[in-house]
Nanobody
């Protein structure tokens, strides 16, 4: 069983920064690709950033140059550093372990005020 717990969301002004964390339990973390997704009310969940088990990363075009995903396999944790936040970054951010059928965290709200 894999459990993911996100933290670090909150309210921030445009131009500010937040760092999200996703702590994973279970033994698959070091071999699983991990992703951060964002969901806005009424829209589909979208991939914001992902990292393979080997550390290869990819980003949505809308966040390139502003967001950085990283992982610490010793701590079973994946991070999302978000800089120069914009109002359109507002949403619920979910962490996902891309392993088997996939495992999701409960989400953390990020609100960026203009």
């Amino acid at each position: 069983q894999v459990q993911l717990v996100e933290s670090g969301g909150g309210l921030v002004q445009a131009g500010g920064s937040l760092r999200l964390s996703c702590a994973a339990s279970g033994s698959i973390f070091s071999i699983a690709a991990m992703g951060w997704y964002r969901q806005v009310l009424g829209k589909q969940r979208e991939l914001v950033a992902g990292t393979t088990s080997g550390g290869r990363v990819n980003y949505a075009d809308s966040v390139k140059g502003r967001f950085t995903i990283s992982r610490d396999n010793a701590k079973n944790t994946v991070y999302l550093q978000m800089n120069n936040l914009k109002a359109e970054d507002t949403g619920v951010y979910y962490c996902k372990a891309e392993y088997g059928a996939g495992y999701w965290g409960q989400g953390t709200q990020v609100t960026v005020s203009a």
